[in-house]
């Protein structure tokens, strides 16, 4: 390991985890997704730096992490408003920056949002687990040792060179708001619900509880009954919308559980997921119920936007 090529953590942030696009096909061996909570952001972090699009990042959740770089590199950053200072000037969020040996740089606590995403040149240098770079502290897999990042250890850098500045061109910029409408895809599961019941839900406005985090959104706000309070146990997908016997939704996130046991109302838009896990308690949620068709429509515009429009500029 050639720590010259990397950082030193000085302040860990609050919780923070290296990430990459996540663990796919192990649902089997009880083994769940991990990834980034809000791709969107992930993903522009790594284009920015022209980063192979799987390359590890950090995901900084409500900030508060100060590194110090052992070598020359370029970074990019991403995800919920902070301030952003590199040996203690102001530095803007959504572009890149140089670091060269010697160069602090420290994100405060979040103040918009909840998760920042910090990728550097080339990626972070980890070992992959069952295909994936992801950490699921719960799961102990991942990242480093399986557990978020500790002050004193050293983030090795895969490529540290220097790439040219670039930033997303402000009108790309996702705005993270705290009142949010989550698009639905219903399932067959909805036959479980009455039609009272599913007219309740998708006209009532939800609040994030306290309870929430990398494997679910806990939802307050007008109970939603169901004609079964439990079932058998299966596998259950990230954005799946859990109705427990208390009637408040779970929005079930990256680090879930492979397998749930409450009948599920419907599944959020993977897109109108990273609007979610950019939420913090108190917010405001909504649903709004769309067909598959639909979705598939708006996956295939949001991926036509990235491969046929230029997202970034130069900084001047």
Known sequence: MNISASFTVVKPGVLTTIQDLGR?????????????????AFSLANQLLNNPENAPALEVNFGDIELVANCNTTIAVTGAQAKISI???PKANWQCHHLSTGD???????????????????????????GSASTVVREKLGGIDGEAIKAGQQLVMAQPDIRPLTK???????????????????GY????????????????VYEVSAQYDRMG???????????ISTMYSEGICQGAIQIPPDGQPIVLANDRQTIGGYPKIGSVLSLDLNKLMQCTQGAKVSFE???????????HLAQSKYANTSVFEGVA
């Open 87 to 89: 040996n203690g000037n």
């Open 189 to 204: 599961q909805i036959a479980l619900f009455d039609r009272s019941q599913v007219n309740k839900f998708f006209s009532s």
């Open 104 to 130: 602090k740089l420290h994100i405060d606590f979040t103040t918009k949002g909840c998760r920042v995403y910090i990728a550097v040149s080339g990626g972070f240098s980890v070992s992959r687990q069952f």
């Open 168 to 186: 997303v061109q402000s009108h790309h910029i996702p705005n993270y708001s705290n009142e949010v409408n989550l698009r639905v895809i219903t």
């Open 289 to 299: 119920a769309i067909s598959i068709h639909c979705a598939h429509n708006l996956l």
């Open 217 to 227: 959104y806990r939802l307050k706000g007008s109970g939603i009954k169901s004609d």
């Open 24 to 40: 796919f096909q192990q649902a089997h061996l009880g083994i769940t997704t991990g990834g980034p909570a809000d791709k969107e």
